[in-house]
């Protein structure tokens, strides 16, 4: 690491109290010799007083500051605030919902400096809650936070949870901003990044979900994920699994069969999916069944 490494640690966060990853983050900042930093919390337009009033203890730690918008901007222009907000030469972004695993977590990514983008992956707990579909729909997708497989597809496995990169990097490259709901922003990022040459680096050096949404909220999210998709497909082609996958049963003339099913069974399987059991194999054929009827739609 330069002796004179200066870094910004970009919070986004809505509706999300985060002081404790904030005093995670700066206690282990103001370790490092040689390190200028500082810890900057984006609120996009958070509507709970609660939330904010926590969130308000950001400004008494040193090096510590949180931005309230006033409006809600969406999740790729907050980060694009952050980053023309930031001081540093480099950004490090981590999610408000995430927590800090590793005591060594910033001196790990201080020491991958270099021309690439860094990825660090995320981790779970292993005591979740098996009866929480968030949970158990991650720790299904876990086996591919592995460092080696993420590096097999470094642009696909990307993930906006827990990166590092050059300020310049970001302001050339910016979060498309017409992506102001749940959901994929993150992709297109990466597919930005390949198409501009500017490579990723995956390490392992995961931060850790501290809090999963109950069943119904996660559920409501991936709705709306499922509209950015529709949205956005014809940018996403390639990129997305899920498209990939009905493109496909549409071209074997067997997309009906699903839609038909999710008209029938759709609103019973949600409701199981957001009850005490859900499975991820539910999860899954529900998630496909509402893209395919929604492309019908529209």
Known sequence: MSNHCTLSILIPTYNDVCIDLVKSLQQQACMIEGLSYEVLVGDDGSSNASVLSANSMVNTLPQCRLIERGKNV???AIRNFLAREARGEWLLYV?????????????????HIGDKLVYGGYSLPLDGNRHNLRYIYERSCIAGQDVRLRQHSPYANFHT???????ETMLAHPFDER???YGYEDVLFGKTLREAGVGILHIDNPVGFSRFEDNDRFLTKTEEGLETLWVFREELRGFSRLLSVSERLERWHIAWVFRLAHKVMGAALRRHLAGNHPTVAG????????FLVKGMKG
């Open 161 to 167: 949870s827990n990166f590092m990169v050059r300020r």
């Open 95 to 111: 999610d408000s919902h995430m927590s800090v695993v590793r005591d060594n977590y910033l001196s790990t990514y201080l020491s």
């Open 74 to 76: 969406g999740r790729a």
């Open 283 to 290: 999860f899954k054929v529900y998630r496909l069944g509402a």
């Open 179 to 181: 992506f102001r709901r």
